[in-house]
Nanobody
């Protein structure tokens, strides 16, 4: 059974930075695509970033491209999301997700098999 636990959220002023971490249990981490999603109040869950199994390929939503960086450490079963130049519109609960199916780095939440509990990120103006 896979468990994902996010950490690193908090309150930050606009223009600031945060680094989210997601620690995964189980033996499938290094063979899985990992993704970050977010959900603001009253809105649907949206794709933020994804990373391939080796970490050599990444994909970003246009809204975060150039500001956020996804990375992973397979030795530690951990995926990270470095968030710089944060804006109030980045405020949301951030979730990490694991796709055990391989293949493309999907932007669709339904494609992912396991989810963390989420961590709140609040950006004040």
């Amino acid at each position: 059974q896979v468990q994902l636990v996010e950490s690193g959220g908090g309150l930050v002023q606009a223009g600031g930075s945060l680094r989210l971490s997601c620690a995964a249990s189980g033996r499938t981490f290094s063979s899985s695509i990992m993704g970050w999603f977010r959900q603001a109040p009253g809105k649907e869950r949206e794709f933020v970033a994804a990373i391939s199994q080796s970490g050599g390929t990444t994909r970003y939503a246009d809204s975060v491209k150039g500001r956020f960086t996804i990375s992973r450490d397979n030795a530690k079963n951990t995926v990270y999301l470095q968030m710089n130049s944060l804006k109030p519109e980045d405020t949301a609960v951030y979730y990490c997700a694991q796709d055990n199916g391989g293949g493309l780095m999907s932007t669709r939440p339904a494609r992912y098999d396991y989810w963390g509990q989420g961590t709140q990120v609040t950006v004040s103006s």
